[in-house]
């Protein structure tokens, strides 16, 4: 069973970065990390859950939502079975509960590809 893991999250003020990391586990030998699309979503209060950013397996194609393109970047290290997601120009809108998740098969960019969650880690920008 896939597990992930979100942390890095915290308290900073609008216009600082933070650098969120997302660790996997449970893979088998047959289906490693890298064969995997990983993405970042989020949680506000009182709102639905928002994609942000994803990644392809392998060859690592990216894709944006336009609240986060041009601020946030996601990369992997498939070597550390670990997702990234640098988070810069952070704004008070961009508090939430932000969460990874992991998918097999499907298109990355397709939400119903994500069928393994982690735990969140909770993210407040401060005015």
């Known amino acids: 069973e896939v597990q992930l893991q979100a942390f890095g999250g915290g308290l900073v003020q609008a216009g600082g970065s933070l650098r969120l990391s997302c660790a996997a586990s449970?893979?088998?030998?047959?289906?490693?990390?890298?064969?995997?699309?990983i993405g970042w979503f989020r949680q506000a209060p009182g709102k639905e859950r928002e994609g942000l950013s994803c990644?392809?397996?392998?060859?690592?194609?990216?894709w944006y939502a336009d609240s986060v393109k041009g601020r946030f970047t996601i990369s992997r290290d498939n070597a550390k079975n670990t997702v990234y997601l640098q988070m810069n120009s952070l704004k008070p809108e961009d508090t939430a509960v932000y969460y990874c998740?992991?998918?097999?098969?499907?298109?990355?960019?397709?939400?119903?590809?994500?069928?393994?969650w982690g735990q969140g880690t909770q993210v407040t920008v401060s005015s």
């Open positions: 998740a992991a998918g097999f098969g499907g298109d990355y960019q397709d939400y119903s590809t994500y069928d393994s």
């Open positions: 449970g893979f088998t030998s047959a289906f490693t990390f890298e064969d995997y699309s």
């Open positions: 990644i392809s397996p392998s060859d690592g194609d990216t």
